[in-house]
């Protein structure tokens, strides 16, 4: 079952902040973060595991809940650059499952 | 350079002819897998591999063969391909699957007519 992200478009001025959710119904060993381009293949943000340890790029940030089975994507001071398809994954049991994706529109 | 590679990058096909899309990584990762992007429905997974010899499938593996006889390769075959297989494929590898990165191939551009 893919989880399930919000919102699945937003449009920001540069400089403005954003939040994409994602959550799931099932007990997550990790979420990951990517981010597409249109015509381009998904590159990897972060991954949050179970327990705290994070791993990815130090300009993002980013949350789980793992009670909640939860995560949070956190875009600060928006930049062009940012402009985007987001999906999280949900890992269960090594087995990585996408959402649908959150597009994000930045204008100048 | 550490990348995966797919091979063709565009193929237009007819109903019923058999093919093949290559997936090659070289770091030697023991994890990889194969997802469709469709608009709307995000990156749905195929087959995914742990290991040499060791496939399962994913979340939407009918039409779908995929074979892993080396380390470094692991091919999506359509035996029969079908035009709601026309989509967007995407090969990955990890080192495990297990938290960490996933290194996704350029993609693939299919349409079945």
């Known amino acids: 079952q893919q989880p399930v992200q919000s919102p699945q478009a937003v449009i920001l001025r540069e400089g403005e902040d954003a939040v994409i959710n994602c959550s799931s119904s099932k007990a997550l060993y990790s979420v990951h973060w990517y981010r597409q381009k249109h015509g381009e293949a998904p590159v990897f943000l972060m991954i949050l595991l179970k327990g705290g340890e994070q791993k990815g790029h130090e300009k993002i940030s980013a949350s789980f809940n793992e009670k909640k089975q939860q995560s949070s994507l956190y875009l600060t001071a928006s930049q062009l650059s940012y402009s985007g398809t987001y999906f999280c994954g949900t890992e269960v049991y090594e087995k990585l499952t996408f959402g649908t994706g959150t597009r994000l529109t930045i204008i100048p | 350079e550490a990348q995966v590679t797919q091979n063709p990058r565009y193929l237009i096909t007819v109903t019923g002819k058999k093919l093949t899309v290559t997936c090659s990584q070289n770091m030697n990762h023991e994890y990889m897998s194969w997802y469709r992007q469709d608009p709307g429905l995000g990156l749905r997974q195929i087959y995914y591999?742990?290991?040499?010899?060791?496939?399962d499938k994913g979340d939407v593996p009918e039409g779908y063969k995929v074979s892993r006889k080396e380390k470094r390769n692991f091919p999506l075959i359509l035996e029969s391909p079908s035009p709601n297989q026309t989509s967007l494929y995407f090969c990955?590898?990890?080192?495990?699957?297990?938290?960490?990165?996933?290194?996704f191939g350029p993609g693939t551009r299919l349409t079945v007519t």
């Open positions: 591999s742990m290991n040499v010899e060791v496939t």
């Open positions: 990955a590898s990890s080192n495990t699957q297990a938290g960490n990165e996933q290194y």
